[in-house]
C-alpha cells in the first residue's frame, strides 16, 4: 500500500484545485483561439478495430459482444488520428479535439495509461504552418497561467521566445557528434553496422542485437533530448524516413520526412507530420512496424481497413497531436501529469 493519501481525500484535492481550475481555463482558451480560425472541434470514438500501428506503443484489448452472440475484437486507440484522417477524408477542412486516449506499459511523472490529447488538422496546409500553432499555444497557455517561465526537473524555457528549429541531423552533429544520415540512404533505407560502428565512436552502447531504430533511439534519448528545449523551445524537425511511418517524404532531401516534434524544459510536447496520403506505401509501412513489434513484443495489431481506404479520398494535409496534460504540467510548475488530471488512474499494490 502506498503511504500517500488518495487524490479523492478533501485536503488532497484542497491542494489540487486551483492548478485543475487553470488546466479547464487553458482548455478554454486553445478551443477559442482554435474557433476563431474557422476550426471544428471533433469527437471521435475510442474504440477501434486497430488501436494505431507504432511499434512500440501497447494497447488496451477489449471486447464487443455483438447482437447476433458474436464478439469482436475492439482496441481502445492509442490516439484519435486515423479518424480525424477519415474526417478529412470526408470533406473537414480544419479539425480539433480533446482527445481521452489510453497506452498499455506507460506509467511515470510524464506518462499516464489514460491521458488528454489535442490533435489539429490542417488540410491544404504545410506542416510549417503546425509549427506556428504550436509556438502561438505555448504562449497562450503561459499568458492564462500568468507565468513567465515553464520549468520542469531544474530546467527553464521561455514560451513567449520564438521556439529554436533544428533538423535532426544538425542535432545529432551537434550533440552526438556525427551525422545521422550517414547511415540513410537516398530511398530511406538505414545501415545498421554503420550507425553502431558511429555510436561505439561516440562512446555510446551497439550490441549486436540492436537494430538501427534501436541505436536512434538510444542516442536521441541520452545525448540529443536532455539538450533541447533548454531557455525556449525547441522544433526538431526532419526525422529521417525511417523514423516517421505517417509522414511523407521531403521534397529537399529523400532521406527524411516532414516530421516534427516540440519540446520545452527536455520535455516532448507534440509530433507532427505533414500526412502521407499514399495508401500503398502507408500499408507498406504499417506491415513494417506491425513486423518489428512482433519481433520484440511477440504481439501485432489489425490494420484498418477503413483508414488505409480513406487516404485514397484524403486531401493533402498537415497534423499535430500534442500531449495537453503535459503542457498545462509545465505552464503550472507540476512536477507529474497526474498533478494536473483531475481523476488519475488508480494503482494498487499487489
Known amino acids: ?5 488518495p487524490w479523492w481525500t478533501p485536503h488532497v484535492h484542497a491542494d ?9 481555463r487553458i482548455k478554454a482558451a486553445f478551443r477559442a483561439a482554435f474557433e476563431a480560425q474557422d476550426f471544428v472541434e471533433v469527437e471521435t470514438a475510442a474504440l477501434q478495430v486497430s488501436p494505431g500501428n507504432e511499434a512500440h506503443l501497447a494497447a488496451f484489448a477489449t471486447e464487443m459482444l455483438r447482437i447476433d452472440g458474436e464478439r469482436q475484437l475492439l482496441y481502445l486507440h492509442t490516439s484519435p488520428e486515423f479518424a480525424c484522417k477519415k474526417l478529412l477524408a470526408a470533406g473537414e477542412q480544419r479539425l480539433f479535439t480533446f482527445a481521452p486516449v489510453y497506452r498499455n506499459r506507460e506509467r511515470g511523472a510524464l506518462h499516464s495509461p489514460e491521458f488528454t490529447m489535442l490533435e489539429w488538422y490542417r488540410a491544404g496546409e504545410t506542416y510549417d504552418r503546425l509549427m506556428e500553432d504550436s509556438a502561438a499555444l505555448l504562449r497562450l497557455a503561459a499568458e ?3 507565468i513567465g517561465r515553464f520549468r520542469f526537473r531544474g530546467r527553464e524555457a521561455d514560451p513567449f521566445a520564438e521556439p529554436e528549429r533544428v533538423s535532426v541531423s ?3 552533429r551537434r550533440f552526438v557528434g556525427f551525422d545521422i544520415l550517414d547511415s540513410v540512404d537516398e530511398a530511406g533505407g538505414t545501415d545498421r553496422d554503420a550507425l553502431a560502428e ?4 561516440a562512446g555510446l552502447r551497439a550490441t549486436p542485437d540492436d537494430t538501427w531504430a534501436d541505436l536512434f533511439s538510444r542516442a536521441l534519448v541520452e545525448r540529443v533530448e536532455p539538450m533541447i528545449g533548454n531557455g525556449r523551445a525547441t522544433i526538431l524537425d526532419e526525422y529521417p524516413a525511417a ?6 517524404r521531403s521534397a529537399r532531401d529523400p532521406r527524411v520526412s516532414e516530421r516534427f516534434e516540440l519540446y520545452a524544459c527536455g520535455v516532448e510536447l507534440a509530433n507532427a507530420f505533414g500526412e502521407l496520403t499514399d495508401a500503398a506505401e502507408q500499408r507498406r509501412r504499417l506491415l513494417a512496424e506491425m513486423d518489428e513489434k512482433e519481433r520484440v513484443y511477440g504481439e501485432r495489431y489489425p490494420l484498418d481497413e477503413d483508414f488505409l481506404e480513406a487516404l485514397a479520398v484524403m486531401p493533402e494535409a498537415s497534423g499535430i497531436a500534442l500531449g495537453f496534460d503535459r503542457l498545462v504540467m509545465l505552464a503550472l510548475g507540476a512536477s507529474r501529469v497526474d498533478d494536473v ?4 488512474v488508480a494503482e494498487f499494490a499487489p
Do not use: C, H, K, Y
Open 170 to 172: 544538425e542535432a545529432f
Open 243 to 248: 523514423e516517421a511511418a505517417l509522414a511523407r
Open 1 to 5: 500500500m502506498t503511504d500517500r493519501s
Open 198 to 201: 558511429a555510436m561505439r565512436g
Open 16 to 24: 489540487r484545485r486551483p492548478r485543475l481550475l487553470a488546466r479547464g
Open 144 to 146: 492564462v497561467a500568468d
Open 341 to 344: 488530471i483531475w481523476t488519475p
